[in-house]
């Protein structure tokens, strides 16, 4: 089945580092690519998004690639902040009859110390 | 506008309760979705709603868990005979599914469920 993989965490780093989250997924066809945020006390948003291989999903500083020979879309920010600690999902949609139905990473915290 | 809204934010049962969530999507989304966060899980799909179709309740782990969803609107999470294992947050998420796009998920704040 389709599987999403996130490198574990907790991640700890000073403000303006640079940040590397690991995402990697097993998935038939072609998935698109989601990475989300859960800020504290807040609901899940969408941080970014990719529909197709090579695409890259961009906001507030943050990128991914869709990597499909890789299967990989490692979520990047050259700068981290404090206002950016967070968890963070990786997810697929794999499509076809299962189309809009997500599957998660394990998330992975993140905590920017000033 | 109005986002996705859940109700309780939190509810504590006694073991062997049953219980119900109520999740009230964004106007005009016609996909309606449920997951499951807990700890040793992560967040997990429970069951998908498209408007008057029947729903894919593939991710329900089971037969304790039902869903409906009203008028193509509202939905209710229904959990028979909770046990602890069932603690965990129940998130609702909406989508308007249409034009061609791949459109974002909206997802409430969640209804927080502990079992004693």
């Known amino acids: 089945g389709d599987s999403v993989t996130q490198m574990e965490g907790p991640v700890t780093l000073s403000e303006e580092a640079f940040l590397t989250i690991n995402c990697t997924y097993t998935?038939?066809?072609?998935?698109?690519l989601f990475w989300y945020v859960q800020y504290p006390g807040e609901g899940l948003q969408l941080l970014l998004k990719?529909?197709?291989?090579?695409d890259k999903g961009s906001n507030k500083g943050f990128e991914a690639t869709y990597r499909k020979e890789t299967t990989s879309f490692h979520l990047e920010k050259g700068s981290v902040q404090v206002s950016d600690s967070a968890v963070y999902f990786c997810?697929?949609?794999?499509?076809?009859?299962?189309?809009?139905?997500?599957?998660f990473g394990q998330g992975t915290i993140l905590t920017v110390h000033p | 506008g109005a986002g996705v809204s859940q109700s309780p934010s939190n509810k504590v049962t006694e073991k062997g309760k049953d219980v119900e969530l109520r999740c009230d999507p964004i106007?005009?989304?016609?996909?309606l979705y449920w997951y499951r966060q807990s700890l040793g899980q992560g967040l997990e799909f429970l069951i998908y709603?498209?408007?008057?179709?029947?729903?894919?309740k593939s991710g329900l782990p089971s037969d304790r868990f039902s869903a409906e969803r009203t008028g193509g609107s509202v939905s209710t999470l229904t959990i028979q005979r909770t046990q602890q294992e069932d603690s965990a947050v129940y998130l609702c998420?909406?989508?308007?599914?249409?034009?061609?796009?791949?459109?974002?998920?909206?997802f409430g704040p969640g209804t927080r469920l502990t079992v004693l």
């Open positions: 106007s005009g989304h016609t996909a």
């Open positions: 709603f498209q408007g008057n179709s029947a729903p894919d």
């Open positions: 998420a909406s989508r308007f599914q249409g034009g061609g796009v791949h459109n974002e998920q909206f």
């Open positions: 990719a529909t197709k291989a090579d």
């Open positions: 998935a038939t066809g072609y998935p698109s």
């Open positions: 997810a697929l949609d794999a499509g076809g009859t299962s189309y809009g139905k997500l599957t």
